[in-house]
């Protein structure tokens, strides 16, 4: 027996129709032995007018019908009459009002009938249709009893039989006496309020009859007082419903409700897992396990439609989500994250490999069933006293995701039909936001895969540059936009600097960013001048948008780009910039003054302005100084001009005395907290400068001797470096880039030799001739030296310089260096 339960449980169902009802008693004869209040509300006569008088004073419809004897025996053979009737009231007009004859037995084998009204016209609609009133008054069994003003059964109907006590159990007896443990007392209180007041009382309680004791049922009860001519109380009448499968419905319905709002409120599966478990307990079950696809949902991949543990090597499972009313959840073998395997030959492994719900109310654990093929989970089960199971797969667009089990271990009631019903549907709104969940996973992974490839792994400025980066996208759930930076090693010690920014955000302007990233590293490949180079990029561009609109349905993927690139030379401190559309780099120098260098602005990217050619500024940098580059998206706002951003972002860059990390962060800081409207990219590159020892350069005539002078001055210098081992190869080397500058070339001829990670020899001339390397035939004279260089050195190349062309070849230096 539980305590009272004032909070309605049928609101607006049908409790609040035996409460509003008009409440009389007549006898065989028709008359009118017993009169309510409520009845008196309805049709206006009071006690006094109709008690002792025949029912026709207000049931005009039924006076014909209760003097027929047919009609009265067909009554008694059906325990009464329920249909439609119109009365009239006390001040003339009619009322359309629903009726309802309940027979009464008495001790003495006589009978009584009770008449119940209620006013069709204050029904809501769906009562008026008739599915709940109908369910109520019609089909719902109602047990009536009439008790006296000491409690004591005088008359009851055969409803009131269902619960296994017999009527002479009940005649003459208190409600505690013939059914005790009933809730007894507060009923009796409630019924004596009821003769205390003169008006009628709703009471709800929960309790456990004779006839089903295993289950817990739901009661609800309306009590009127009934009166005789002169309005005294004469004893109470109550009515009595079961109300315990519509209270299930809505206990179900809540159920629901919350899972709309309590599973799916992240897109991590393994959240949503959880979020399902712990929803189910202790709402439908005592203890819940749900266990997803490990190898499939997690990571985003597509799940099969069918995971067969049947044949072969047994799925692996990963257990998401884990509740039991128990704390510290003794019944599980696995906590939560850990990896497990599904038995074969288990209903387990049926649910998954079948795609169809398993319930077994009572659980067999008697030795040779399937749990004996499982150990561990068969001494959690007999441990815990599991004794009620559902197993349900979880699935979505026909593919299994996984299986969720509800057990049942305080609760005595076995699962039921209705129980494997809610379950599947709780598991049907998980398996839709798991299957949102493993969709974003997927994208979400190959963005991220696409950010991994697409931006350095590791920024290599080599002896030329420190540097770090950071990158903010705005759209921040994928993790990709179109802004990027890059550092790429050029030869002869010298190093690239760039950074981009494609109109747009997310993965297409993602994959865009990387078609272009590796345009700009192929063109520097080539060691082209910065002008040059976004020359050729503008070109890249527009070809590439050429293709996209010969796509007629696909958005075009480039709709325009802005990129600075800048290359510095630590031999000379010189640094080369130019810039398409893109916001200028600073400069801050080694005392924290930060410039922002006065750069042609060239137009963007891909907007077919090719006739406007980019140029190019050299600038000298101070010693230790720091390069900035960013994109708009760090110093543009929708609230701010430009300018407020760019002074923003000095004051956060004078501090040079900063690691480059932590520099980066506090100019991280100054984008706003608020949505970022735009991408945001940041490179921040200390240079460096090689030291005088490490370079040595010589002017040289164009005569054919100065070739064995060029050999001889290499050789005293690779001495003084320690490397004299290098000398044989590096004579080679020079005698061949000499000789073909002043065979090839023209003007003054320049050799230099750097020593930083390698070891690299370059000779300049003024000519525009540039080298090509050719596999010569038995019979030719010439056209080996470049060969042989290739073949002495680690690298060769070349690139146009100021007044001419440059040729060099790199050679490995020993790791002690």
């Known amino acids: 027996m539980m305590s009272t339960d004032q909070t309605p449980l049928l ?22 032995v017993a009169w309510t209040q409520s009845a008196q509300h309805l049709v206006g006569y009071c006690a006094e007018d109709v008690v002792g008088r025949s029912a026709t004073l207000v049931l005009p419809s039924s006076q014909e019908a209760l003097g027929v004897s047919a009609f009265a ?9 329920s249909g439609t009737a119109t009365v009239r009231h006390r001040d003339g007009h009619t009322l359309n009002l629903r009726v309802r004859l309940s027979l009464l037995r008495g001790q003495d084998a006589t009978h009584r009938w009770l008449v119940s009204l209620t006013d069709i016209g204050a029904l809501s609609p769906g009562m008026v249709n008739g599915s709940v009133r109908e369910s109520l008054f019609a089909r719902a069994p109602v047990g009536i009893a009439i008790r006296d003003p000491q409690l ?14 017999s009527r002479d159990r009940r005649f003459g007896r208190r409600l505690k006496d013939s059914l005790p443990g009933f809730e007894a007392e ?9 003769l205390a007041s003169g008006t009628s009382a709703v009471h709800e309680y929960r309790a456990w009859p004779p006839e089903d004791p295993r289950r817990e049922h739901a009661f609800a009860a309306s009590f009127f007082c009934l009166q005789d001519a002169d309005g005294q109380a004469l004893g109470v009448c109550s009515l009595t419903v079961d109300v315990t499968s519509n209270q299930r419905v809505r206990e179900r319905l809540a159920v629901l409700s919350q899972a709309s709002t309590r599973i799916g409120s992240t897109l991590d599966v393994m959240q949503t897992g959880q979020e399902l478990a712990s929803l189910a307990v202790p709402l439908l079950a005592d203890y819940v396990t749900v266990d997803l696809a490990d190898e499939s949902v997690p990571f985003g991949k597509e799940p099969s439609a069918r995971i067969d543990t049947m044949y072969g090597r047994p799925r692996v ?41 398993h319930l077994e109310p009572v659980l067999d654990t008697t030795p040779g069933t399937w749990i004996d093929h499982d150990p561990a989970r068969a001494q959690k089960i007999r441990e815990n006293g599991v004794h009620s199971l559902m197993i349900v797969p979880i699935r979505a667009r026909h593919s299994v995701l996984g299986v969720a089990l509800f057990a049942r271990t305080e609760d005595p009631m076995p699962f039921q039909e209705d129980d494997l019903l809610l379950a599947e549907e709780l598991v049907t709104r998980a398996a839709l936001c798991l299957d949102n969940a493993r969709q974003y996973t ?36 994928a993790g990709v936009g179109g802004d990027w930076f890059d550092v790429i090693p050029l030869p002869c010690a010298r190093v690239a600097l760039v950074v981009g920014d494609v ?47 010969d796509a007629p349905d696909q958005i075009p993927a480039i709709m325009g780009a802005t990129c600075v690139y800048v290359v510095y030379d630590p031999a000379t401190r010189q640094c080369t910039m130019a810039r398409a559309g893109h916001p200028p780099p600073a400069i801050v120098d080694a005392q924290g003054q930060v410039t922002f260098p006065d750069l042609p602005t060239g137009a963007p990217l891909g907007l077919g302005l090719g006739l406007v050619p980019f140029d190019a500024v050299e600038v000298e940098l101070p010693e230790g100084s720091l390069l900035a580059f960013y994109t708009d998206g760090l110093v543009e706002s929708r609230d701010h001009d ?97 000789t073909n500058a002043i065979h090839h070339g023209a003007g003054p001829i320049r050799l230099r030799l750097i020593k930083h990670q390698v070891l690299t020899c370059e000779v300049f001339d003024s000519g525009k001739c540039y080298p090509r390397l050719r596999h010569a035939r038995i019979v030719d004279e010439n056209g080996r030296g470049l060969f042989l260089i290739a073949q002495l050195s680690s690298k060769w190349g070349f690139r146009s310089a100021t007044g001419g062309k440059l040729v060099w070849a790199d050679q490995e230096l020993p790791s002690t260096l």
């Open 152 to 165: 004591r059964c005088t008359w009851i109907n055969d409803t009131m039989e269902h619960d296994g006590i």
């Open 642 to 738: 430009i300018e407020v951003g760019m002074h923003r972002l000095g004051t956060a860059l004078a501090q040079p005395e900063q690691s480059l990390e932590d520099l980066c962060s506090s100019v991280m800081e100054t984008v706003p907290t608020q949505a970022a409207s735009d991408d945001v990219a940041l490179l921040l590159a200390r240079i460096h400068t090689l030291k005088p020892a490490d370079i040595a350069s010589w002017d040289l005539p164009t005569e054919p001797a100065v070739v064995s002078d060029a050999r001889h001055l290499a050789a005293h210098q690779l001495s003084e470096w320690g490397l004299e081992h290098l000398v044989p190869t590096t004579e080679l080397i020079i005698s061949e880039l000499v």
């Open 442 to 477: 997927r994208e979400r992974s190959t963005a991220l895969a696409l950010q991994r490839n697409l931006l350095p792994h590791r920024l290599r400025g080599g002896v030329a540059v420190e540097a770090a980066g950071r990158y903010l996208p705005a759209d921040t759930d």
């Open 503 to 549: 109109v747009g955000h997310g993965i297409n302007a993602a994959v865009t960013m990387g078609r272009l990233r590796t345009a700009v590293r192929t063109l520097a490949d080539l060691d082209l001048p910065p002008d040059e180079l976004l020359n050729h990029l503008d070109d890249s561009v527009q070809r590439l948008t050429g293709e996209d609109d």
């Open 317 to 357: 499972f990963r257990r998401a989500g884990l509740a039991s009313i128990h704390p510290g959840i003794p019944e599980s073998t696995f906590a939560r994250g850990e990896t497990i395997s599904v038995p074969p030959n288990s209903p387990l492994a049926s649910a998954l490999c079948t795609g169809r719900s």
């Open 186 to 194: 507060a009923l009796e209180a409630v019924m004596r309020q009821v």
């Open 11 to 32: 609101e607006p169902l049908g409790l609040r129709e035996i409460s509003d009802a008009a409440i009389a008693m007549i006898d065989e004869q028709g008359t009118v």
């Open 73 to 81: 025996e067909q009554c008694r053979a059906q325990g009464g009459w």
